[in-house]
Structures are given as structure tokens and as C-alpha cells.
């Protein structure tokens, strides 16, 4: 027989599906935004809240299963993992960038008027 | 066996034959980390999300052993080459 080694499977797909629609914003992160567990996603935190954004956070240290799936889900092998409108919008790097720019407040603009 | 600096230098010199790359270790001890900045043709034309994930992709043997990954730049030549421009006349 065999041995599927993927951690998303359909089910757990459509229930990522979900939750990334859940919120027009969620992040998901090594601990939860009142105590982050890691600067990278402290980071993320820190961004979102000055910019005046509602968002959600999720656990991944609390999952394991939930955190192998999204690495897949996503195609992203690291966390903090940002989505925007449920759509995946990048990791911290990428993140900060965008706020530099002003690009992250352009999607997030858009994603909350949608 | 744990990921080197010369490791992840070597790597992304052969995948993504870079103009410019500084790999810097930020482990301090604490496991492989790394922080990046890479300057490649293959970037012409890409969004920064499909950047990283290009840098990812080529590191994805390291990334099961990397504990942090910090790309600082994803550049092409010619965003190389105006960012340095502007820094040389800023200093100037």
C-alpha cells in the first residue's frame, strides 16, 4: 500500500481555504499577537498593529499538523505567513518591505473596501 | 551535517548565477541562520513574493535544516545598480 507523506490533504485543504477567508486578514505565527514567540513574527505583529489593521493570528507552535499543511498550503517554508484577503501575501521580509513602500497599506486598503 | 555559509553561498551561485550575493551567518549559535542579499538576471520581471520564492526553492535541500532565513534583498542588476548609485550620492 502506500504511504502518502503530504501533510495537506483534501480535507485539510478546504478547511485552510476557510480559515485564510475567515478574516480579511489572518497571520499565522509562532505564538499569538499579546505574546509573540519569535521576532520574525513579532515583527509582522508590531506592523499590523500600528497600521490600524483588525487581523487574527493562529498558533503554529500549538499544531504541528496545521504547520506542515501550510508550508504546503502556501508554498512557503517558513513562518510568520501573511494572507490578505485570502490570498497569501508573504513572510516577514517581504512584509517589511511592503510597509516600506506603502504597498502593504495599498492590499490592505483594498482587501478591507472589498 | 549542518548548513555552512559556503554552503548556501555555493548553492545559489549554481542555481540562480548571481551578480552580486552576500551571505551573512546570524546563528550566533543558536542553529543556521542566514541573512541574504542576491542580485540575479532571473529576478527581471518577478514580484518580490515570487523572488523569495525562487531563493527558497533553490535552498529548499538547506531550508530542512535552516532555522531562520532573512532575505534582506532580491535585486536585478539594473535595481542593483540605481540603488547603488543613489547611495554613492548620498554619501557624497
Known amino acids: 500500500s502506500f504511504r502518502c507523506?503530504?501533510?495537506?490533504n483534501p480535507a485539510l485543504k478546504s478547511t485552510l481555504d476557510k480559515v485564510v477567508t475567515s478574516n480579511k486578514v489572518v497571520?499565522?505565527?509562532?505564538?499569538?499577537?499579546?505574546?509573540?514567540?519569535?521576532?520574525?513574527?513579532?515583527?509582522v505583529v508590531q506592523i499590523l498593529k500600528s497600521l490600524d489593521v483588525p487581523?487574527?493570528?493562529?498558533?503554529?507552535?500549538?499544531?504541528?499538523?496545521?504547520?506542515?499543511?501550510l508550508k504546503e498550503y502556501s508554498n512557503?517554508?517558513?513562518f510568520p505567513q501573511l494572507y490578505i484577503d485570502g490570498q497569501f501575501f508573504g513572510g516577514c521580509d517581504i512584509t517589511v518591505e511592503a510597509y516600506k513602500s506603502g504597498e502593504l497599506q495599498e492590499s490592505l486598503e483594498r482587501a478591507m473596501c472589498s | 551535517m549542518g548548513v555552512t555559509k559556503e554552503g548556501v553561498e555555493s548553492t545559489l551561485t549554481?542555481?540562480?548565477?548571481?551578480?552580486?550575493?552576500?551571505?551573512?551567518?546570524?546563528?550566533?549559535?543558536?542553529?543556521a541562520s542566514f541573512a541574504i542579499e542576491i542580485v540575479s538576471e532571473q529576478f527581471e520581471g518577478?514580484?518580490?513574493?515570487?523572488?523569495?520564492?525562487m531563493v527558497n526553492s533553490a535552498l529548499e535541500e538547506e531550508m530542512k535544516e535552516i532555522h531562520a532565513l532573512s532575505i534582506k534583498k532580491a535585486l536585478t542588476p539594473t535595481q542593483w545598480k540605481a540603488q547603488q548609485d543613489s547611495s554613492t550620492t548620498q554619501a557624497a
Request: aromatic share 10%.
Open chain 1, 5 to 8: 507523506f503530504s501533510a495537506l
Open chain 1, 27 to 43: 497571520l499565522f505565527m509562532k505564538g499569538n499577537k499579546d505574546f509573540p514567540q519569535c521576532g520574525f513574527s513579532n515583527t
Open chain 2, 14 to 31: 549554481s542555481k540562480m548565477n548571481p551578480s552580486h550575493l552576500e551571505v551573512i551567518d546570524t546563528s550566533g549559535g543558536c542553529g
Open chain 1, 76 to 78: 512557503w517554508p517558513t
Open chain 2, 46 to 53: 518577478k514580484r518580490l513574493l515570487e523572488r523569495h520564492r
Open chain 1, 55 to 69: 487581523f487574527e493570528t493562529l498558533d503554529i507552535l500549538e499544531n504541528e499538523l496545521l504547520r506542515q499543511a
